[in-house]
Protein backbone atom coordinates (compact mmCIF):
# COMPACT_ATOMS: atom_id res chain seq x y z
CA UNK A 1 0.00 0.00 0.00
CA UNK A 2 1.45 3.56 -0.99
CA UNK A 3 1.41 6.43 1.47
CA UNK A 4 -1.24 8.19 -0.27
CA UNK A 5 -4.03 4.57 0.33
CA UNK A 6 -2.54 4.69 3.73
CA UNK A 7 -3.92 8.08 4.17
CA UNK A 8 -6.24 9.12 7.84
CA UNK A 9 -9.61 10.19 6.93
CA UNK A 10 -10.52 13.83 6.78
CA UNK A 11 -13.47 15.59 8.17
CA UNK A 12 -16.43 15.08 5.37
CA UNK A 13 -17.06 18.54 3.66
CA UNK A 14 -20.68 19.06 2.41
CA UNK A 15 -20.82 22.27 0.85
CA UNK A 16 -24.04 23.60 -0.74
CA UNK A 17 -24.03 25.72 -3.77
CA UNK A 18 -27.00 27.74 -4.02
CA UNK A 19 -26.32 29.28 -7.58
CA UNK A 20 -28.40 31.95 -8.66
CA UNK A 21 -31.42 30.96 -6.18
CA UNK A 22 -33.91 31.86 -3.58
CA UNK A 23 -33.67 35.40 -2.47
CA UNK A 24 -32.56 36.81 0.88
CA UNK A 25 -35.31 36.66 3.12
CA UNK A 26 -35.69 32.64 2.64
CA UNK A 27 -32.05 33.26 4.25
CA UNK A 28 -32.78 32.66 7.80
CA UNK A 29 -35.76 29.98 7.68
CA UNK A 30 -33.58 27.70 5.52
CA UNK A 31 -30.75 28.03 8.12
CA UNK A 32 -33.29 27.49 10.80
CA UNK A 33 -34.52 24.29 9.52
CA UNK A 34 -31.91 22.95 8.73
CA UNK A 35 -29.77 23.61 11.72
CA UNK A 36 -32.77 21.56 13.70
CA UNK A 37 -32.86 18.94 10.84
CA UNK A 38 -29.14 18.28 11.60
CA UNK A 39 -29.50 18.48 15.48
CA UNK A 40 -30.06 14.67 15.77
CA UNK A 41 -27.12 13.69 14.78
CA UNK A 42 -25.51 12.00 17.37
CA UNK A 43 -22.83 14.25 19.00
CA UNK A 44 -19.77 11.99 18.53
CA UNK A 45 -20.16 12.38 15.01
CA UNK A 46 -20.30 16.52 15.19
CA UNK A 47 -16.27 15.60 14.49
CA UNK A 48 -16.54 14.22 11.53
CA UNK A 49 -18.55 16.27 9.14
CA UNK A 50 -18.46 20.19 8.39
CA UNK A 51 -21.28 21.90 6.77
CA UNK A 52 -20.64 25.10 4.45
CA UNK A 53 -23.49 26.78 2.41
CA UNK A 54 -22.49 28.59 -0.78
CA UNK A 55 -24.88 31.44 -1.24
CA UNK A 56 -25.34 34.43 -3.84
CA UNK A 57 -23.33 37.28 -2.33
CA UNK A 58 -26.69 39.26 -1.74
CA UNK A 59 -27.44 36.68 0.78
CA UNK A 60 -24.17 36.50 2.49
CA UNK A 61 -24.54 38.92 5.80
CA UNK A 62 -28.02 38.01 6.74
CA UNK A 63 -26.25 33.97 6.21
CA UNK A 64 -23.77 34.59 8.28
CA UNK A 65 -25.65 36.41 10.85
CA UNK A 66 -28.33 33.36 10.80
CA UNK A 67 -25.34 30.38 11.15
CA UNK A 68 -23.99 32.38 14.10
CA UNK A 69 -25.06 30.21 16.88
CA UNK A 70 -23.97 26.89 14.44
CA UNK A 71 -21.28 25.32 13.46
CA UNK A 72 -22.00 25.35 10.13
CA UNK A 73 -20.68 28.49 8.10
CA UNK A 74 -21.14 30.80 4.57
CA UNK A 75 -18.80 30.85 1.06
CA UNK A 76 -19.18 32.97 -1.70
CA UNK A 77 -19.53 31.54 -4.92
CA UNK A 78 -16.71 33.61 -6.46
CA UNK A 79 -14.47 35.93 -5.44
CA UNK A 80 -12.00 38.57 -7.27
CA UNK A 81 -8.13 38.64 -8.12
CA UNK A 82 -7.44 41.90 -6.21
CA UNK A 83 -8.11 43.74 -2.64
CA UNK A 84 -9.38 46.93 -4.04
CA UNK A 85 -9.43 48.33 -7.95
CA UNK A 86 -11.25 48.96 -10.87
CA UNK A 87 -12.74 45.51 -11.47
CA UNK A 88 -16.37 46.03 -12.14
CA UNK A 89 -19.17 43.61 -10.46
CA UNK A 90 -16.36 41.63 -8.80
CA UNK A 91 -16.46 41.36 -4.43
CA UNK A 92 -12.83 41.13 -3.16
CA UNK A 93 -11.46 38.38 -1.15
CA UNK A 94 -10.69 41.27 1.61
CA UNK A 95 -14.47 42.36 1.74
CA UNK A 96 -15.94 38.93 1.52
CA UNK A 97 -13.20 38.56 4.86
CA UNK A 98 -14.56 41.99 6.25
CA UNK A 99 -18.40 40.60 6.27
CA UNK A 100 -17.25 37.41 8.36
CA UNK A 101 -17.12 35.16 5.20
CA UNK A 102 -14.07 32.35 5.38
CA UNK A 103 -15.16 30.89 1.96
CA UNK A 104 -15.00 31.22 -1.51
CA UNK A 105 -15.57 28.17 -4.85
CA UNK A 106 -13.62 29.07 -7.57
CA UNK A 107 -12.96 27.78 -10.79
CA UNK A 108 -16.48 26.50 -10.91
CA UNK A 109 -17.95 25.22 -14.71
CA UNK A 110 -20.51 27.45 -14.83
CA UNK A 111 -18.36 30.24 -14.31
CA UNK A 112 -15.70 28.88 -17.14
CA UNK A 113 -17.97 27.68 -19.83
CA UNK A 114 -20.50 30.50 -19.53
CA UNK A 115 -18.68 33.32 -18.23
CA UNK A 116 -15.29 32.01 -19.54
CA UNK A 117 -12.83 32.23 -16.84
CA UNK A 118 -10.18 30.34 -17.89
CA UNK A 119 -6.97 28.58 -15.67
CA UNK A 120 -5.18 31.68 -15.52
CA UNK A 121 -8.14 33.82 -14.18
CA UNK A 122 -9.04 30.72 -11.58
CA UNK A 123 -5.31 30.86 -10.66
CA UNK A 124 -5.54 34.72 -9.92
CA UNK A 125 -9.07 34.14 -7.99
CA UNK A 126 -7.55 31.00 -6.03
CA UNK A 127 -4.12 32.77 -4.97
CA UNK A 128 -5.53 36.06 -3.83
CA UNK A 129 -8.32 34.35 -1.81
CA UNK A 130 -5.66 31.71 0.12
CA UNK A 131 -3.43 34.91 0.26
CA UNK A 132 -6.34 36.90 2.26
CA UNK A 133 -6.63 33.34 4.53
CA UNK A 134 -10.45 32.68 2.88
CA UNK A 135 -10.61 28.61 2.34
CA UNK A 136 -11.08 27.76 -1.56
CA UNK A 137 -12.66 25.45 -3.00
CA UNK A 138 -11.46 25.05 -6.22
CA UNK A 139 -13.77 23.47 -8.83
CA UNK A 140 -12.06 20.80 -12.08
CA UNK A 141 -14.16 18.71 -14.15
CA UNK A 142 -14.26 17.18 -17.83
CA UNK A 143 -17.24 17.91 -20.39
CA UNK A 144 -18.64 14.50 -22.29
CA UNK A 145 -16.56 15.16 -24.93
CA UNK A 146 -13.50 14.68 -23.51
CA UNK A 147 -14.48 11.96 -21.26
CA UNK A 148 -15.70 9.78 -24.34
CA UNK A 149 -12.38 10.37 -26.07
CA UNK A 150 -10.52 8.80 -23.22
CA UNK A 151 -9.30 12.67 -21.97
CA UNK A 152 -10.28 13.27 -18.48
CA UNK A 153 -7.34 12.53 -16.29
CA UNK A 154 -5.31 15.39 -19.01
CA UNK A 155 -8.00 18.03 -18.64
CA UNK A 156 -7.77 17.39 -15.02
CA UNK A 157 -4.14 17.47 -14.93
CA UNK A 158 -4.26 21.08 -17.22
CA UNK A 159 -6.69 22.57 -14.86
CA UNK A 160 -4.66 21.39 -11.80
CA UNK A 161 -1.05 22.72 -12.83
CA UNK A 162 -1.83 26.15 -12.08
CA UNK A 163 -1.00 25.48 -9.00
CA UNK A 164 2.47 23.94 -9.44
CA UNK A 165 3.79 27.26 -10.96
CA UNK A 166 4.79 28.04 -7.75
CA UNK A 167 2.68 31.14 -7.38
CA UNK A 168 1.32 30.05 -4.33
CA UNK A 169 2.88 29.56 -1.16
CA UNK A 170 2.45 25.89 0.31
CA UNK A 171 1.37 26.73 3.92
CA UNK A 172 -1.67 28.17 2.19
CA UNK A 173 -2.48 24.71 0.51
CA UNK A 174 -4.15 23.91 4.06
CA UNK A 175 -6.81 25.91 3.16
CA UNK A 176 -7.60 24.34 -0.05
CA UNK A 177 -9.90 21.33 -1.27
CA UNK A 178 -10.68 20.28 -5.12
CA UNK A 179 -14.02 19.81 -6.09
CA UNK A 180 -13.95 17.45 -8.81
CA UNK A 181 -17.40 18.15 -11.05
CA UNK A 182 -17.55 16.30 -14.44
CA UNK A 183 -19.58 18.95 -16.30
CA UNK A 184 -21.47 15.97 -17.60
CA UNK A 185 -23.07 15.51 -13.94
CA UNK A 186 -24.07 18.60 -13.26
CA UNK A 187 -27.30 19.55 -13.10
CA UNK A 188 -28.33 16.34 -15.69
CA UNK A 189 -29.08 13.92 -13.30
CA UNK A 190 -26.48 11.76 -14.36
CA UNK A 191 -24.41 11.56 -11.51
CA UNK A 192 -20.20 9.91 -12.34
CA UNK A 193 -20.63 6.19 -11.02
CA UNK A 194 -18.92 5.75 -7.41
CA UNK A 195 -15.93 3.67 -9.20
CA UNK A 196 -15.75 6.74 -11.87
CA UNK A 197 -15.55 9.20 -9.20
CA UNK A 198 -12.95 7.30 -6.86
CA UNK A 199 -10.61 6.64 -9.91
CA UNK A 200 -10.47 10.71 -10.57
CA UNK A 201 -10.06 11.74 -7.37
CA UNK A 202 -7.58 8.96 -6.67
CA UNK A 203 -5.52 10.10 -9.64
CA UNK A 204 -6.04 14.16 -8.27
CA UNK A 205 -4.66 12.74 -5.03
CA UNK A 206 -2.02 10.91 -6.62
CA UNK A 207 -1.09 14.86 -8.96
CA UNK A 208 -1.20 16.79 -5.75
CA UNK A 209 1.48 14.16 -3.69
CA UNK A 210 3.79 14.07 -6.83
CA UNK A 211 3.58 17.98 -7.85
CA UNK A 212 2.95 19.56 -5.21
CA UNK A 213 4.61 20.37 -1.46
CA UNK A 214 4.15 17.79 1.08
CA UNK A 215 1.76 20.51 2.67
CA UNK A 216 -0.72 19.18 -0.72
CA UNK A 217 -1.66 16.22 1.59
CA UNK A 218 -3.71 18.21 3.64
CA UNK A 219 -5.91 19.10 0.31
CA UNK A 220 -9.70 17.54 0.53
CA UNK A 221 -11.07 16.42 -2.74
CA UNK A 222 -15.15 16.61 -3.11
CA UNK A 223 -17.04 15.55 -5.77
CA UNK A 224 -19.83 17.12 -7.19
CA UNK A 225 -22.49 16.70 -9.99
CA UNK A 226 -26.21 15.47 -9.02
CA UNK A 227 -25.75 14.30 -5.67
CA UNK A 228 -29.04 13.23 -4.12
CA UNK A 229 -29.87 11.43 -0.93
CA UNK A 230 -29.91 8.12 -2.62
CA UNK A 231 -26.39 8.12 -3.57
CA UNK A 232 -24.66 10.32 -0.99
CA UNK A 233 -23.54 7.43 1.24
CA UNK A 234 -22.51 5.44 -1.97
CA UNK A 235 -19.92 7.88 -3.40
CA UNK A 236 -18.42 9.06 0.40
CA UNK A 237 -18.14 5.12 1.05
CA UNK A 238 -15.05 5.92 -1.44
CA UNK A 239 -11.73 6.02 -0.20
CA UNK A 240 -10.47 9.02 -2.01
CA UNK A 241 -13.78 10.91 -1.92
CA UNK A 242 -14.10 13.82 1.33
CA UNK A 243 -16.28 15.28 1.05
CA UNK A 244 -19.31 16.34 -1.85
CA UNK A 245 -20.39 20.18 -3.17
CA UNK A 246 -24.10 19.88 -3.46
CA UNK A 247 -26.04 21.80 -5.94
CA UNK A 248 -29.65 21.30 -6.88
CA UNK A 249 -29.97 19.07 -3.77
CA UNK A 250 -29.10 21.68 -1.72
CA UNK A 251 -32.40 24.04 -2.18
CA UNK A 252 -34.31 22.08 0.03
CA UNK A 253 -33.24 21.85 3.89
CA UNK A 254 -34.79 18.83 4.10
CA UNK A 255 -33.18 16.86 1.18
CA UNK A 256 -30.00 18.45 1.70
CA UNK A 257 -30.18 17.15 5.92
CA UNK A 258 -30.95 13.46 4.32
CA UNK A 259 -28.03 14.22 2.15
CA UNK A 260 -25.62 14.92 4.95
CA UNK A 261 -27.30 12.25 7.40
CA UNK A 262 -26.92 9.69 4.36
CA UNK A 263 -23.70 10.63 3.50
CA UNK A 264 -22.50 9.86 7.18
CA UNK A 265 -23.28 6.35 7.06
CA UNK A 266 -20.18 5.84 5.48
CA UNK A 267 -18.52 6.94 8.57
CA UNK A 268 -20.49 4.74 11.07
CA UNK A 269 -21.09 0.34 11.07
CA UNK A 270 -23.78 1.16 13.65
CA UNK A 271 -27.29 2.33 12.95
CA UNK A 272 -26.05 5.73 14.39
CA UNK A 273 -28.22 7.82 12.30
P1 LIG B 1 -25.80 19.71 -9.03
O1 LIG B 1 -24.70 20.87 -9.08
O2 LIG B 1 -25.69 19.05 -7.69
O3 LIG B 1 -27.12 20.42 -9.22
O4 LIG B 1 -25.50 18.77 -10.15
C1 LIG B 1 -23.42 20.69 -8.53
C2 LIG B 1 -22.60 21.93 -8.71
O5 LIG B 1 -22.70 22.55 -9.78
O6 LIG B 1 -21.82 22.33 -7.84
Same mark, same amino acid.
Given at each position: ?? #??????????? &???????????????? &?? #?????????????? !? +??????????????????????? +????? /???? *????? &?? %??? !??? *??????????????????? @??? &? $?????????? @???????????????? !???? #???????????????? /???????????? $????????????????????????????????? *??????????????????????????? #????????????????? /?????? $? %?????????? @???????
Amino acid at each position: MT #QIEKRMPKKLL &FAANWKMNKLVGETPE &FV #QRLTGLLADIPEKL !G +SEYQVVIGAPATHLTLLIKSLKD +SSLEA /SAQN *SGVAK &FG %AYT !GEI *SPAMLKDIGCGWTIVGHSE @RRH &F $FKEDDLLVLS @RTKAALEEGLKVILCV !GEVL #QERNSGKTTRVIENQL /SILKQNQIDPSL $FENLVIAYEPVWAIGTGETATPAQAQEVHHHIR *SWCAKNLSDQASSIRILYGGSVKPENS #QQILSQPDVDGLLVGGA /SLDPVV $F %ANLVKNGLKS @RTTKKEL
